[in-house]
């Protein structure tokens, strides 16, 4: 768990700091994960040496953050954020403080942190430094604040609602006195920007139990600061299971309304357009698929993927919906005799030179025709039948 070329990196780093004088040490959710026996990624490290000091110590750095005493160190290709002991100033806006303050002091460090789990420090030997009985709370799965949660979540709004991420990602439940908390600041979140909050509700999406992470954003009153008039207290989110798919729980989001509203979902959560064409897309097919079995254009129209999630979607929606086996829709997906139109047998240009005609949009409509009589077998995907139907059977107009 040790050996990988992140963590080798991160101890040459603190053993060359330690060298020079400085304290130095593992830090975030990379020494959480580790207490609590899973892969830790994201390898950071605190260290008592100023930013210029670090940058003296290591030939290759880059500056990534030095306002707030962050420098990207390189060993051995691999890199590794170094960031300086620091207290906050005063938070003015409910999320970020006026200043930040380099100290000496690991434990001044720490104390600014949000939970007590993500409060752990490690030495490069491996040894946990746990000043606020993280390891306590990870035991017993409880998120709580360093210090009084109400001061902590008037400090910085966003830490509500990564304490309902938590939930869904690690399976903990929030502390009561941290809670109460929460329910008291919640309409705190307005000073959390959109695109903070998506971040944290996409990686809800991406838990292992969104439910919880739902349930405890509706308990807490946080969903209710949220963009737009949401179905997040459905009662149906407890059917969804964990789809580890974000664009699967935005349509789901947008499904559990009367009249699915995902251009005004796009615009106010700031998603891409990529995105909001996946939702729409999904959103289109679990709409068919709960009124009917999907035909061969549907099957034709969307992707493998699109497919399976609407089956699953659809199931949980419409209690009446015919089952389908995810192996029976991959199986009537891949028996088709196309895909896309990419897979015909000819080509636009071989059109034009069959007919002697230059483009136009002739051409466009005449593809599309061999793309449906393909796709429907009234003529085979072959060159030489294609060719043969356009000239005694199609209604082509060239």
Known sequence: MFTSEQWEAGKIVIETLKQKGYEAVFVGGAVRDLVCNKEANDIDVATSALPEEVKAVFKRTVDVGLSHGTVLVIVNRVPIEVTTFRTDG???DHRRPSDVKFVRSLEEDLKRRDFTMNALAMTESFQIIDLFNGQIDLQNGLIRTVGNPITRFKEDALRMLRAIRFTA?????IETTTFEAIQSCAQDLSFVSVERLTAELEKIWKSANPYKGIENLVQSKL???????????????????SPKNVATCWAFLCLLQEQPAVTELARLYKLSNDMKKKIIQLVTATQIRS?????????????????????????????????????????????????????????GQELMEWFKVPGGPWLKETLTQIERAVLHKKVGNDATQIKEWIMNESNCEI
């Open 291 to 347: 009124e009917r079995l999907f035909t061969i254009d549907d099957l034709y129209q969307f992707d493998e993927d699109i497919l399976i999630q609407a089956e699953t979607l659809s199931r949980i929606l419409s209690s009446d919906c015919e089952f389908m086996s995810v192996d029976q829709l991959i199986s009537l997906k891949k028996a088709l005799p196309i895909q896309s139109i990419r897979d015909l047998a000819i080509t």
């Open 90 to 92: 005063e938070y003015e």
């Open 169 to 173: 990602q690690l399976g903990f439940n």
């Open 223 to 241: 969903h209710r600061q949220l963009p737009g008039d949401f179905p997040f207290n459905h009662e149906k989110w407890g059917l969804l299971g």
